[in-house]
């Protein structure tokens, strides 16, 4: 096999590198190859990176799939937002106003009291930013320090031809003197132009820029991009080197830029805001309230096993901000990608606060998240993090921070009755029985970019006086704190000795824990931190089973890493199911329904075999997409007929054939993706139902209204009851179906079955059985993309349920029907699709997609589903097992046909990337042989790579990185504001199609 070397002609040519850039024959046996050489790390597909596009994965102009649409560019929440100065808009003009009327002058840094530092004479001198945009023109009068410009893209200028690049600058480090000054204007300015004029850009390209900014020791960086797939291993793992070494990376949590519709739906962050090592940003208006384009948590990374951790970080400004035109004088723009460069800018001048002879011993990313969280002024609303940035308190912090650090917790008060900042744990008191409460924080370490946890967290009770004693606390935390952050997470529980409180009540304490680092340069002992935090909790009498339900997150199987298609088809700008369908994510208007009316809501997190039957009136399976095990099903089967466990099942659509015409050519890897399901895994949910004589169909039932009992439902895109048992109240009536030969619903002339309900076994019976519920849809619970909600459906149905409440319209004797009721013969009930491996996603089958939970019990189930013998308590090493295999272990590709959707003829990879590292050890060096056709062939089987022990490419990642082949789409994008941009680049990138494959190849760390 033979292969060929791509030169990359930019800056960081200049130093040494930990990646290269090849073309490969069109085939895996090549990768292969390429991976089994000896220090090669890993093999990775180079993905173009766009942010002018409204969707992660959005298909390229001209190769659309019928069902696609473009996104209305008028919608002014989704977009990001200009006004110049003078403009008449109505609606922009009275959010102007509001910002005069908070405070604002001339600029978002006089709006946030930069001027109270600069009369100190701290105006970011000294201090090195680097701008990952489009550039700066070399002469623009707003700024006075550029010091170097560099390209990194294919376009042969330096300058901006779109002016993203200069607003983002202006807002960091504008003049003094100019008409909207920015926040450090003595700052030195470093433009990295990542970015093509049609926004277009490479992973290798960013790579490329990243190790220059290391290099060259920058203190600030500023990256207004970003996407959803967190499992992007050469990014995230960059990142985190970029932290380790002590750059100060701010990064948006993103508006709808990324995929569509981030903000004002919840599980939205996008990565790398969402790791522990960045500082995201989200996006206020000058009222202080959350912008409704910023995304908004928690983080998905953890689920299904663990919890979330909060984001943002903090917020700042975001809407209507200032900044320097491309030609002089200002204009406002809106967007996260604009309250980024506002943290950027008031970082910058903060770490300018501290005296130059200990500025770079005390700066680093958690001294400065440090400052800034403890100084954030809150409100209750909990999507604002820590809150909006204080820079006079923080500026305060620094100047007294100590030289050799110190470590801390994020939140640093873990008041888990103070609603509605602490939602949704505020809402919910701890009982005995109950799935353990957890909660995931953020520990911060100021000492190092290493570090470990010294003495374990313990909890210890506040007073005598307060029920603390019938808490079981447990902790799991990184073995690792690296770079510069970790997790502690709690595990809670009441014990046995709460079981018979008569009153509810409350329990305080503290978490405590001792943080330790290497010695800094000069120092023999290691830096060692005590951190203590106080936490308190609501304690309540155990509910009524009636009262309890569990929410199935287990089943649930989302992007990345496969394509999981959206629930609602008519979403057509947001195809993606990545929001986590979590209860206080996506659900979470459901969540708050349940707790208004009464209802107790717990998650289990691990298969139907980790819980006890008996403490609950139903159990939730909402959207499942996740195979069911046969315990799993044997378990179900005797917890509803022996146990009185009842079973409300929310389905989504199932058809092959339209799963088959949602394929689409991804521009960004030039292949073509298919869903590995529909919106709900219906095969898998009609094996677990075919116990009870139910099964779901192929039909998709979309329409408006569809009256069943008293309620009025909106049917999205829901699936068809196919099998009832005998006795069963279903539903039949007219409803409009969709197909994949009409993009549109249309009535038929058939009758279709929307909804069953059935009483399990004899209801007079001594040991009573459950009951069942069917519904084909869960739209009405999603807040994401919902038509309209039907939480009063949702309690009619738990009243049948878990009251055997007959009086609700469910189940009316004319619904009620003596035999099984069946569609036609002629008529198959769905199956699994052909050519798509869904095993290699299935935690359940034994896949390892990156974001799989447990197929045994852990920690976050009850004691007695515990492993015989297990105690956990001390769970660091399960936590730790669970994140090394789950983030960066090998992982199955994305189901995709590599197709060119033009002319189906076999397509490749136009660019891609491969990791290399020092698997053979010593000097590694290039050997290349000429050819006739003047390319540089390098035989596979030579080592390659110049390295040096001397170059600082950053701290490694260690043994818990491991060399795999991984070939998942990414896009990080910020949205143009025009929808012009977006054509432009995406039929650019078609145009570029190669017939080769590029490959990247990164050296072992």
């Not at 908070?102 to 946030?112: C, D, F, K, Q, Y």
């Not at 893209?153 to 807002?171: C, I, Q, R």
């Not at 970019?449 to 967290?457: L, Q, R, S, T």
């Not at 090998?890 to 033009?902: C, F, I, L, Q, S």
Request: contains cysteine; aromatic residues 8%.
């Amino acid at each position: 096999m033979r292969w060929r070397w791509i030169d990359r002609d930019n800056a960081a040519m200049r130093y040494p590198t930990d990646f290269a850039l090849v073309k490969l024959p069109p085939s895996s046996s090549s990768v292969d190859v390429i991976a089994s050489i000896a220090g090669v790390k890993d093999v990775h597909a180079e993905q173009i990176l766009t942010r002018s596009l409204a969707l992660t994965t959005r298909p390229t102009i001209g190769m659309e799939p019928p069902w696609f649409e473009g996104r209305d560019d008028d919608d002014d929440d989704d977009e990001e937002e200009e006004v110049e100065f003078g403009s008449n808009a109505t609606a922009r003009r009275r959010r102007l106003q509001a910002r005069a009327a908070a405070g604002a002058r001339r600029s978002v840094a006089e709006a946030l009291d930069a001027e109270k530092l600069w009369k100190r004479g701290h105006t970011g001198e000294g201090v090195r930013v680097a701008i990952f945009d489009t550039g700066v023109d070399a002469n623009h009068a707003h700024f006075k320090n550029v010091k170097e410009r560099t390209n990194w893209t294919h376009e042969k200028t330096l300058s901006d031809g779109l002016g993203h690049g200069t607003f983002v600058a202006g807002v960091v480090a504008a003049a003094a003197d100019a008409q909207c000054p920015g926040f450090a204007p003595d700052a030195e300015i470093h433009t990295f132009r990542v970015f093509t004029n049609d926004q277009v850009s490479y992973t290798s390209w960013f790579l490329d820029a990243f190790n220059y900014a290391i290099a060259t020791e920058m203190h600030v960086l500023n990256l207004s991009i970003g996407g959803p797939d967190y499992l992007d291993r050469p990014f995230v793992e960059k990142v985190g080197e970029i932290t380790a070494n002590g750059i100060l990376l701010v990064r948006r949590v993103l508006n709808r830029s990324a995929i569509g519709n981030d903000g004002p739906l919840w599980g939205t962050l996008n990565n790398p805001a969402d790791q522990m090592d960045v500082l995201g940003v989200g996006g206020i208006d000058y009222n202080d309230k959350i912008a409704s384009f910023s995304s908004r948590g928690m983080s998905t990374w953890e689920l299904p096993n663990g919890y979330g951790r909060v984001k943002p970080d903090v917020v700042a400004y975001g809407r209507d901000v200032s900044g320097s035109k491309i030609n002089g004088g200002c204009r406002s723009l809106s967007g996260t990608s604009v309250a980024s460069p506002v943290v950027a800018g008031a970082v910058t001048l903060l770490a300018s606060v501290v005296p130059k002879e200990r500025r770079w011993d005390v700066l680093n990313p958690a001294s400065m998240k440090q400052a800034l969280t403890e100084t954030a002024s809150h409100t209750n609303d909990p999507v604002l993090g820590a809150g909006k940035i204080d820079l006079e308190n923080a500026g305060r912090i620094l100047s007294s921070y100590p030289t050799k650090g110190r470590a801390s917790l994020v939140p640093g008060t873990l008041d888990f009755t103070d609603c509605p900042y602490m939602w949704p744990h505020c809402t919910q008191p701890l009982y005995h029985g109950a799935m353990p409460f957890m909660f995931n924080a953020t520990i911060v370490n100021g000492m190092g970019a290493v570090g470990w946890i010294e003495k374990p967290p313990t909890f210890t009770r506040a007073s005598d006086d307060d029920l603390s004693e019938h808490l079981d606390v447990r902790f799991a935390h990184s073995e690792t704190l690296w770079p510069w952050t970790g997790f502690i997470a709690m595990y809670v529980r009441v014990k046995a000795s709460g079981k018979e409180l008569a009153s509810p009540g409350i329990a305080r304490g503290t978490i405590a824990f001792t943080v330790a680092s290497p010695p800094g340069a000069g120092e023999r002992e290691v830096r060692t931190s005590d951190v203590a935090v106080p936490v308190t909790f609501h304690i309540a009498p155990t509910p009524p089973r009636e009262r309890r339900l569990l929410w199935s997150q287990y089943h649930s199987v989302r992007y990345p890493p496969g394509y999981v298609p959206r629930d609602n088809l008519d979403a057509k700008a947001d195809i993606l199911d990545w929001h986590g369908d979590h209860p206080h994510t996506n659900f979470h208007a459901t969540y708050d329904w349940l707790r208004n009316n009464g209802y107790f809501l717990e998650v289990l997190g691990s298969p139907l075999t980790c819980f006890d039957a008996s403490q609950y009136g139903a159990i939730l399976l909402v959207d499942p997409e996740e195979e069911f095990s046969e315990e799993e099903i044997s378990k179900l089967t005797t917890d509803v007929n022996e146990n009185g466990l009842s079973v409300a099942v929310f389905g989504e659509w199932y058809n092959v054939p339209i799963m088959e015409k949602m394929k689409f050519f991804d521009d960004n890897t030039h292949n073509t993706w298919t869903p590995i399901t529909g919106g709900a895994n219906v095969p898998a949910l009609n094996d677990l139902l075919k116990p009870f004589g139910y099964a779901f169909g192929d039909r998709v039932l979309q329409q408006a209204v569809v009256p069943i009992g008293g309620s009025r439902l909106n049917v999205q895109a829901g699936a068809n009851v196919a099998r009832a048992p005998a006795g069963a109240w279903t539903h039949v009536g007219d409803v409009s179906e969709r197909d994949a030969r009409h993009e549109k619903p249309r009535r038929t002339n058939r009758k279709s079955a929307v909804a069953s309900f059935f009483q399990v076994g004899d209801p007079n019976a001594t040991a009573k059985s459950g009951r069942l519920a069917l519904f084909g849809d869960s739209g009405c619970l999603d807040s994401s993309h919902q038509g309209a909600p039907c939480h009063d459906f949702l309690g009619s149905i738990l009243r049948f349920l878990t009251e055997n409440d007959r009086s609700t319209g469910l189940t009316d004797a004319n619904t009620k029907r003596g035999e099984a009721y069946a569609t036609p013969a002629d008529e198959p009930l769905p199956s699994r699709r052909v050519g798509v491996d869904f095993d290699a996603y299935s935690t359940t089958r034994g896949g390892k997609p990156g974001n799989e939970g447990s197929t045994t019990c852990g920690p976050n189930d009850p004691m007695e589903f515990w492993p015989a013998g297990e105690t956990f308590e001390s769970v660091s090493a399960w936590s730790s097992k669970r994140a090394t295999s789950g983030r960066f272990s090998g992982r199955t590709p994305p189901a995709r046909t590599v197709k060119d959707a033009r002319d189906d003829s076999p397509a490749e990879v136009p660019r891609a990337l491969i990791r290399a590292g020092g698997g053979g050890g010593g000097d590694v060096r290039v050997r290349a042989t000429r050819d006739d056709d003047d390319d540089d062939d390098v035989d596979a089987s030579a080592p390659f790579f110049s390295s040096s022990p001397d170059a600082k490419l950053g701290v490694p990642l260690g043994a818990a990185i491991v060399a795999s082949l991984l070939m998942i789409a990414r896009r990080r994008r910020r949205r143009g504001k025009r929808a012009g941009d977006a054509r432009r680049s995406v039929q650019g990138v078609a145009v570029g199609a190669s017939a080769t494959t590029e490959r990247l190849l990164r050296r072992k760390m």
